[in-house]
């Protein structure tokens, strides 16, 4: 089992930098795919970015590719999402979620969620 706990969260204005962090507990953390996935108020909850256990393969949402970079730290069972050229439109509370699969772009194939971190940017 993982445990999933996301920190990192803010406010921040268009154009800024944040870097989540999401700490999982368990020993099965670098087998496991890891992913990012957000929800705006209203919205459907979507997916961000994802990276496998190695950190070979990394999977990134067409709306924040060049901007937003997921990584992870398998020593540290810690996975980072660092967030560069914020917009108002990435307002959302951003989720960490762990799979058992090697990686995966789809929220129902993640067994274990966090708690979520708010994210707002102001314009």
């Known amino acids: 089992q993982v445990q999933p706990v996301e920190s990192g969260g803010g406010l921040v204005q268009a154009g800024g930098s944040l870097r989540l962090s999401c700490a999982a507990s368990g020993s099965t953390f670098s087998s496991r795919g890891m992913g990012w996935f957000r929800q705006a108020p209203g919205k459907e909850r979507e997916f961000v970015a994802a990276i496998s256990g190695s950190g070979g393969q990394i999977m990134t949402a067409d709306s924040v590719k060049g901007r937003f970079t997921i990584s992870r730290d398998n020593a540290r069972n810690t996975v980072y999402l660092q967030m560069n050229s914020l917009k108002p439109e990435d307002t959302a509370v951003y989720y960490c979620?762990?799979?058992?699969?090697?990686?995966?772009?789809?929220?129902?194939?993640?067994?274990?969620w966090g708690q979520g971190t708010q994210v707002t940017v102001s314009s």
């Open positions: 979620a762990a799979t058992s699969l090697s990686i995966a772009t789809i929220r129902t194939l993640y067994n274990y």
